[in-house]
């Protein structure tokens, strides 16, 4: 929905967003309706797979509030979509922020009072309903107000919709086809122990990609839908090169913190596998790297409804990952699987993303990889080379090392003056508009 908001908001058409509007509610009530009949059902059938009556009771209760919080997290879809194309990541941080703090106090507080995995599941659905509503609430107050009339529902919209979240699931799920096999694969092939330090070598990486999408990914999808609406090509061209030269900062930043702190982390937070898991986290750097890299050029083919190449190519690949695992696997245990990852990921990342993206941004494949990749990244190479001396004062120790990573935040921070252009930090402030709008009091950000 983001994306299809964002498009008609840039075109300007309101016609079309109402049209959006009733056709997305439509959509989500039936999803809403199903999950929770599907729930419902899984609750019925409790008695044939546990014999003890008390577990019963307990499941069918966990599974009818979970059911509850599903529900209520997938009526606030709409909502979502609708400040997600208008850019209002503020108002969605804030009621992620209530949620996560409200949650994790009343966790404990439940714990404390010996409730179980009920009380765990009773808040959760609690908060998250709260979490749901308040970004109703915001969607409906926002100017303009999101207004739902059902009777403006088209089939034709609903089908476009289909079709377009079709392509974009296949896509996602065809890349966390490597990541959800390879533990199996490599329990197969070489053994249960060998997956722990796989787990602890790869959570980084991976975690570096889930925040770095959290900063750039979803607005990302917005921003470009909206120069697609408003068919600005120009504009779109010039949004994607800024943003792909960021993303290049990001994953080169990242990956340096990782090499610099990975291993004496590993070795004060699991000193019996952080060889192990360290040996897996040095091949897993570089493809990660290679895909906040590239992020741009993957949503501006879902951005402009062309990312059908993307699902398919995330299928073959991962298929390959999985043969190139298996067999990498068997000869050098849980790093292997970090290899064929890397080989994998790095070709699919490292060339072919960034010449579909070249293609539809109508800019020369040399200008990705030189300007908006190689560049980029070896300017921030040369900003943080004199961090690179705080590497013999690392060592397992928690303070030590937040200290020495604080200070190459900061130091990045300050030198980023001479890492950003003036065109970079103005999409910057694009990108992250709540930055503007704290300082504003709200103010709505221009198309």
């Keep these: ?104 106090v009343l966790i404990v507080l439940v714990l404390r009072r010996g409730h179980g995995l009920l009380g765990i599941a009773c808040v959760h659905a609690a908060v998250g309903a709260v979490e749901s509503l308040m970004n109703i609430v915001f969607s409906l107050r926002h100017d303009p107000p999101l207004v739902v009339r059902l009777r403006e529902a088209t089939k034709s919209k609903a089908l476009e919709i289909f079709k377009y979240a079709g392509a974009a699931y296949l896509m996602m799920a065809g890349q966390s086809l490597r990541n959800s096999l390879d533990p199996i694969v490599i329990a197969a092939r070489a053994g249960e122990s060998a997956v722990t330090g796989y787990a602890l070598g790869n959570r980084f990486p991976v975690l570096f990609v889930d925040l770095a999408h959290i900063m750039a990914g979803g607005q990302l999808l917005s921003l470009f839908s909206r120069y697609v609406g408003d068919n600005d090509h120009a504009g779109l061209r010039r949004a994607y090169m800024a943003s792909a030269r960021m993303c290049a900062i990001i994953a080169a930043f990242g990956s340096f913190m990782m090499w610099m702190f990975g291993s004496p982390f590993l070795q004060r937070w699991v000193p019996a596998q952080a060889a192990a898991a360290w040996a897996v986290l040095v091949p897993a750097m570089l493809p990660k790297a290679l895909f906040i890299a590239q992020t741009p050029s ?23 990952n999985v043969g190139m695992t298996w067999w990498l696997a068997g000869t050098m245990g849980a790093p292997g699987a970090a290899v064929a990852t890397c080989i994998e990921q790095s070709i699919v990342c490292g060339l072919i993303w960034p010449v579909l993206g070249a293609r539809a941004a109508g800019i020369s494949i040399a200008e990705v990889w030189g300007r908006l990749l190689a560049w980029p990244v070896l300017r921030v190479a040369l900003v943080l080379a004199p961090c690179a001396l705080l590497i013999r004062f690392a060592r397992p120790d928690y303070f030590v090392l937040a200290a020495l990573g604080t200070a190459c935040f900061v130091w990045f921070v300050v030198a980023s003056f001479f890492v950003l252009n003036a065109d970079e930090r103005r999409w910057l402030e694009r990108l992250l508009p709540f930055m503007r709008r704290f300082g504003k009091g709200g103010e709505s950000s221009s198309n």
Aim: hydrophobic fraction near 60%; aromatic fraction near 10%.
């Design 298 to 320: 993957m949503v501006l083919l879902l951005a402009l409804a062309r990312h059908k190449k993307l699902a398919v190519i995330d299928w073959v690949a991962g298929a390959i």
């Design 1 to 104: 929905m983001p994306r299809f908001f964002s498009k008609s908001i840039g075109a300007r058409d309101e016609a079309q967003t109402r049209e959006l509007a009733g056709t997305g509610g439509v959509v989500f009530a039936c999803i809403t309706l199903a999950s929770l009949l599907a729930s419902l059902f899984v609750a019925w059938l409790a008695p044939g797979w546990f014999a003890d009556a008390d577990v019963v009771r307990v499941i069918r209760l966990v599974v009818i509030v979970m059911a509850a919080f599903f529900a209520s997290q997938t009526a606030a879809q709409l909502s979502l979509g609708y400040l997600k194309g208008h850019l209002r990541y503020d108002l969605i941080a804030i009621a992620s922020i209530v949620r996560i703090t409200v949650t994790s």
